[in-house]
């Protein structure tokens, strides 16, 4: 059984507003990720991390939007991980792999979340990622163009990442136990040792991250319908 956790517990700082309700067409930005998920056949629960102020106002667009897969909205923590692990303390005993995955990723498709899901079953950890195209540089403090970075191999991390839940929650308790800090599963994962396999992806999965995503994004919808 695959569970989901939508981590949704951001602050939304670099926004200016809650990009999460932000609408994208005619629903939210959260309402297009919970439907990404609750359309997979994969899929059999939703765990929808929230902060805790948030908490009532999302399960009321869960009720309104009739998602029928999401069994929990918990509360999150301060930093991601923390979230990630309230959400795995959320799961049905029944889930043998979880899929993680940023709210503020609404594009996500089925048909991806399956790819990466076939290749974790595989493996026991994936991740979507996109190749890295742009010409990279380092810089010092003062921004001043010290190198260059072949990209060759290099990846944007993406999500969803999938992995036994076994695994996840064994690398979640050495964050913990280690004090660690983690900005995604695959970090949380790596710190065991283990090999996590990306999934490239070439399709629309931006993070909304700055109000231009947002036109994006819906760029990127329209083109889909069109």
């Not at 301060?78 to 990723?105: I, M, T």
């Not at 290749?119 to 260059?148: C, F, I, M, Q, S």
Request: hydrophobic letters at 45%; aromatic letters at 4%.
């Amino acid at each position: 059984m695959l569970s989901a956790i939508i981590v949704a517990a951001g602050s939304s700082q670099r926004m200016g507003f809650d990009k999460l309700l932000a609408l994208l067409g005619d629903k939210p930005v959260l309402a297009h990720t919970i439907a990404a998920f609750e359309q997979t056949d994969s899929v059999r629960e939703i765990i929808l991390v929230a902060r805790a102020e948030r908490v009532a106002e999302f399960q009321e667009l869960v009720r309104q939007s009739n998602f029928k897969k999401v069994r929990r909205v918990a509360a999150g923590g301060k930093h991601r991980q923390d979230s990630v692990r309230a959400g795995l303390e959320s799961l049905d005993a029944s889930a043998d792999y979880v899929a993680v995955h940023d709210a503020a990723r609404p594009l996500v498709m089925p048909e991806q979340i399956e790819r990466v899901l076939a290749v974790a079953r595989e493996h026991g950890a994936a991740a979507l990622a996109e190749p890295v195209t742009d010409t990279l540089k380092r810089a010092d403090e003062n921004r001043l163009v010290t190198g260059g970075v072949p990209r060759d191999g290099l990846y944007a991390m993406q999500t969803p990442q999938i992995f036994a839940r076994e695994l996840l929650e064994r690398a979640y308790a050495g964050v913990a136990t280690n004090n660690l800090t983690v900005t995604d599963e695959v970090s949380a994962v790596e710190h065991l040792g283990v090999k996590v396999v990306l999934v490239p992806n070439d399709e629309w999965n931006v993070k909304i991250t700055y109000p231009r995503d947002l036109f994006l994004a819906q760029a990127a919808l329209a083109r889909r319908s069109s």
